[in-house]
């Protein structure tokens, strides 16, 4: 079974400073490892994902995160925080032979400061 | 685009009172998942349908079903809704590998 931690349930940043959200997970085969972002009243929007090969992967709005496997990690960043980036960030995790199911984290509310 | 629908966005119902929530998909997808959401928590998995094949959670009410009579949509029946029922419910699909696509959901309260 694999299992999610987000650090941090709520993240405050300034408008253009570094925004860092943590995620590590626990598996015993190799993840498949998913951001998603939720504005309000919304459904999941996929930010990024890794599954194989190069462990820095880029996402949509200017999001990247890297995978270490050594420090089971897969934290979410972006250089400059803009006030649409306010929203709740899902860390998820599956694996080949649970594919479809995902395994989320608590959520990290993100707040943006003008 | 491809994309999963949900409706109606909002319901609104009765304590004790059935309901039933849509969600229909144009993206062809084989896996249909249904999940509640409370407030400031994470998505809680309901059921999913692989296919015909259904597959529910240990933990999901007897109070939930699901119906999907084609691959397009699925339904989720609430029998006797109760005020710990009110929730967001969001529909997800996959091809049963890599990413889950989500409907925007249908915020339920009851009354």
């Known amino acids: 079974a694999q299992s999610v931690t987000q650090l941090g349930s709520h993240v405050s940043v300034s408008e253009g400073a570094l925004v860092l959200l943590r995620c590590n997970y626990s598996s015993s085969v190799p993840p498949y490892l998913f951001w998603y972002v939720q504005y309000p009243n919304q459904g999941l929007q996929l930010l990024l994902k890794y599954t194989t090969g190069a462990t820095l992967v880029k996402g949509i709005n200017g999001f990247e995160a890297e995978f270490k496997k050594s420090e089971t990690s897969f934290h979410l960043t972006k250089p400059s925080a803009h006030m649409s980036d306010a929203a709740e960030y899902f860390c998820a995790v599956s694996t080949f032979d649970s594919a479809r199911q995902l395994t989320f984290g608590s959520g990290t509310q993100l707040t943006v400061l003008p | 685009d491809a994309m999963v629908i949900q409706n109606p966005r909002y319901q609104v119902t009765q304590f004790g009172k059935p309901v039933t929530l849509s969600c229909s998909q144009t993206?062809?997808?084989?896996?249909m998942y249904w999940y509640q959401q409370k407030s400031s928590q994470a998505p809680k998995l309901l059921f999913h349908?692989?296919?015909?094949?259904?597959?529910n959670e240990a933990d999901t009410p007897d109070n939930f079903q699901s119906r999907r009579p084609n691959t397009s949509f699925c339904f989720l029946d609430i029998r006797s809704p109760g005020l710990g029922d009110a929730a967001m419910y969001l529909c997800?699909?996959?091809?049963?590998?890599?990413?889950?696509?989500f409907g925007p959901g249908t915020r339920l309260t009851v009354l």
């Open positions: 993206l062809n997808h084989n896996v």
């Open positions: 997800a699909t996959s091809t049963g590998y890599n990413e889950q696509f």
């Open positions: 349908y692989y296919d015909k094949d259904f597959n």
